[in-house]
């Protein structure tokens, strides 16, 4: 699958990693494709890098690993995403006095502002409650942990499944793209729980019989 990953860090850098593994054709899209930390990545993952019009131009999927609030500056320089399979990790978070909060949340999701700002697009929420070192080992003593997808398109969720799939999680498809107000809070809770635990190497589960 041909996939362009906007956003090189934490996220992005790991799901490039997962999914090069599985033989997909990676570009990443950039501000500046030739930034050195970039290239070194790309080279040693055998991905592409070039301008984020260039790279969402021939991909399938373009998934948007950068800051929320990146979010408008990114469309304006993607060009045409009418028809795109978009992976939304992003979290609107707000940093405040008393800790994180959501910009959006419970009536509302940071996804569903991102479909209305490109309403020919697919958008699916994904990847985006579990710290990123999960990217890398989503197994729990041979369990595998659950990453929860939700999105509006019936055909390209099969496509988003087998991505989830691909990085090695447990895919728990949670319906329409309206479900992004329960997936955004629950990074919340996982930073939540990992202070309360003093660690990143945790994850969650859907348990199913
Ligand atoms: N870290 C986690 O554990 C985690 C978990 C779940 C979800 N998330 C979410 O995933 C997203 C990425 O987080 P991260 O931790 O991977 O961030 P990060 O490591 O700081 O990486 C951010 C990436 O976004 C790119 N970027 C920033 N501004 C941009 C712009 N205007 N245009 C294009 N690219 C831009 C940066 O590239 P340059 O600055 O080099 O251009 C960088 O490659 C965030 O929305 C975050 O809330 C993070």
Redesign the pocket.
Known sequence: MNIAI???????GGLAKAWAAKGHALVFG???PE?SD?AALATSLGAKTAT?RAAVEGAEVVVF????G?VD??IAGAGDLAGKIVID???A?VRGKSGMTLAYGHTNSSSEELQRKIPRAKVFKS??A???ENLANPTYGGVPASNFFCGDDPEARAVVRRLVEDVGFQAVDVGPLENARLLEPL?LLWIASSRALGKRDLAFKLLER
């Open positions: 906007i956003g090189h860090g934490n996220i992005g950039a501000r500046d930034k970039l984020i690993a950068m800051p929320w990146a500056d990114v990790c992003t979290n978070v990847f985006n579990q710290g990123a990074m």
